[in-house]
């Protein structure tokens, strides 16, 4: 499947901010599932590419003049191979160990430890077992678009019983973690076809061991990640993995819109 997407960013200043370091990890990552077959990145400022330890894409973005606005857009067409749960070596510069650290947005309480425990069974078959994590998590925290903020813990998401894509993967890592299973954070894109829906997107990827590598959970919709998604970076959380974060002196408040535009090579044609 050929997926033509178009990603704005823009953030608005109260005050001229005077100086600004973004990281970008806005390209798709070379990952065997999917391939650009064209992107660019539009912003101001200077622009260094590099490739991070989680094996991402990162664009470090630096503005040394006075500004009260940045504008970013990315744009391109990415192929991706349409077979669910296609599973992924670990290429990247980490053990997958890695991914058993606790961090605070994946952290467990003794409510959470307790639900890990009920909702991951306990037998040989790994890929249903997770998939059945993924049907509880969702089961539990109810999408609810607005529910929550990036900084949300997977822990008050779970109390609150509210949440979106991103509180579903936090809460399906930290349950895997606390089981002893390798899981990390995808951020990315997910073609549905339809126009209401927010096409910027968050899963999970949990290991199964050198054998078969990473296997992709959509955790919000309760099936395994294929050719409608788009990934963009991985990591131990969302910090890790979030499109644009960085740092900037001066600015005062900040506004920020996003828009997201998703087509399949046939609605193009």
């Known amino acids: 499947m050929q997926l033509h997407i178009r990603h704005e960013t823009t953030y608005r200043y109260g005050e001229p901010v005077k100086r600004s370091v973004q990281n970008l990890r806005l390209t798709p990552r070379r990952d065997p599932v999917q391939r650009a077959l064209n992107w660019s990145i539009s912003a101001p400022g200077r622009q260094h590419e590099q490739i991070d330890a989680y094996g991402n894409v990162v664009h470090l973005l630096t503005l040394d003049e006075p500004?009260?606005?940045?504008?970013?857009?990315?744009?391109?067409?990415?192929?991706?191979?349409?077979?669910?749960?296609?599973?992924?070596?670990?290429?990247?510069?980490?053990?997958?160990?890695?991914?058993?650290?606790?961090?605070?947005?994946?952290?467990?309480?003794?409510?959470?430890?307790?639900?890990?425990?009920?909702?991951?069974?306990?037998?040989?078959?790994?890929?249903?077992?997770?998939?059945?994590?993924?049907?509880?998590?969702s089961d539990?925290?109810?999408?609810?678009?607005?529910?929550?903020?990036?900084?949300?813990?997977?822990?008050?998401?779970?109390?609150?019983?509210?949440?979106?894509?991103?509180?579903?993967?936090?809460?399906?890592?930290?349950?895997c973690r606390a089981a002893g299973i390798p899981a990390r954070y995808v951020s990315g894109y997910l073609y549905t076809g339809k126009g209401d829906e927010v096409a910027s997107h968050a899963w999970a990827d949990a290991w199964l061991g050198p054998d078969e590598g990473w296997m992709p959970i959509d955790i919000t919709h309760r099936t395994l990640a294929g050719g409608r998604h788009c990934r963009l970076a991985v990591g131990r959380d969302y910090l890790d993995a979030c499109p644009v974060r960085g740092v900037r002196r001066g600015g005062g408040a900040e506004e920020m819109q996003v828009a997201v535009v998703i087509a399949a090579s046939a609605q193009q044609q």
């Open 140 to 175: 539990t925290v109810h999408y609810e678009r607005g529910a929550t903020d990036v900084h949300e813990p997977a822990v008050r998401a779970f109390a609150r019983g509210k949440g979106v894509c991103q509180d579903h993967a936090h809460v399906f890592i930290a349950c």
């Open 67 to 137: 500004h009260r606005e940045i504008r970013i857009v990315v744009s391109g067409v990415v192929e991706t191979y349409d077979v669910e749960g296609e599973a992924l070596p670990n290429d990247g510069k980490l053990s997958p160990l890695t991914y058993l650290a606790e961090t605070n947005l994946t952290r467990v309480d003794p409510a959470l430890q307790s639900f890990a425990q009920q909702s991951l069974p306990r037998t040989a078959d790994r890929r249903s077992n997770l998939l059945k994590l993924a049907h509880a998590v």
